[in-house]
């Protein structure tokens, strides 16, 4: 699987918008491009995903690098409920599709 | 709640038991995963059922650990003869095989287990 690479972590001012980079310069043209987030003593949940364009849905926005290799998750206005480590990941959505996790990015809100 | 349900959600065990978890996936989910995670780290993919038929395996199951979904519904996973590095949050996803959000997995909140 294409391996990602995001900084350790990151803190943010709540009510901010959070650029929440991701580098993956090995991508192939079959991966997507998924987020995950995973908040304190939970099972991570899908945030978003993308394959070329950008994204937006109700949690946050997906922005794609024109060549793929880098992308950035986008939380417009941040909450105390985001602080979670996010996830980056590279899979197909094939039949099994199973998800490769990194260390994530560690996000802290700022009250 | 129509989410991923696991049971039990914590463990401690001896050195040597045996462990049996269950994960109950979402009704209409018919591809099941199941992952490890470490104090620290991400999820690691363990494996994966597609209805009953275990389709994949990590080389992390090694002969101590087997996996069931019979009649390709709720899974169970075994550990034998435990060791303290099994000590880890157990997680079951299941996604749906078609549909809107068929590339999406939901995971269930886990089973901590601690082997003393």
């Known amino acids: 699987d294409a391996k990602t690479t995001q900084p350790n972590s990151m803190e943010s001012n709540e009510e901010e918008p959070v650029h929440l980079p991701c580098n993956h310069s090995?991508?192939?043209?079959?991966?997507?491009i998924h987020w995950y987030r995973q908040l304190p003593s939970q099972g991570p949940e899908y945030v978003i995903h993308?394959?070329?364009s950008n994204v937006n849905n109700r949690m946050a926005s997906l922005a794609i690098a024109e060549d793929r290799k880098s992308s950035t998750l986008i939380l417009h206005r941040a909450t105390l409920r985001d602080a979670a480590v996010y996830y980056c990941?590279?899979?197909?959505?094939?039949?099994?599709?199973?998800?490769?996790f990194g260390k994530g990015i560690t996000l802290s809100v700022r009250p | 709640d129509t989410g991923v349900s696991q049971d039990p959600r914590h463990k401690i065990t001896k050195r040597g038991q045996n462990v049996t978890f269950r994960c109950d996936p979402i009704?209409?989910?018919?591809?099941l995963y199941w992952y490890r995670q470490t104090l620290g780290q991400g999820p690691e993919f363990l494996t994966y059922?597609?209805?009953?038929?275990?389709?994949?395996k990590s080389r992390l199951l090694s002969d101590r650990f087997s996996a069931e979904r019979p009649k390709g519904s709720f899974s169970t996973l075994e550990i034998q003869r435990t060791e303290q590095g099994d000590s880890a949050m157990y997680l079951c996803?299941?996604?749906?095989?078609?549909?809107?959000?068929?590339?999406?997995?939901?995971f269930g909140p886990g089973t901590r287990l601690t082997v003393t």
């Open positions: 996803a299941s996604r749906p095989g078609r549909g809107f959000s068929s590339y999406e997995q939901y």
């Open positions: 090995t991508i192939s043209g079959t991966d997507y």
């Open positions: 993308g394959l070329t």
């Open positions: 990941i590279l899979a197909t959505t094939g039949a099994n599709s199973k998800l490769t």
């Open positions: 009704s209409e989910h018919n591809r």
């Open positions: 059922f597609q209805n009953e038929a275990q389709l994949e």
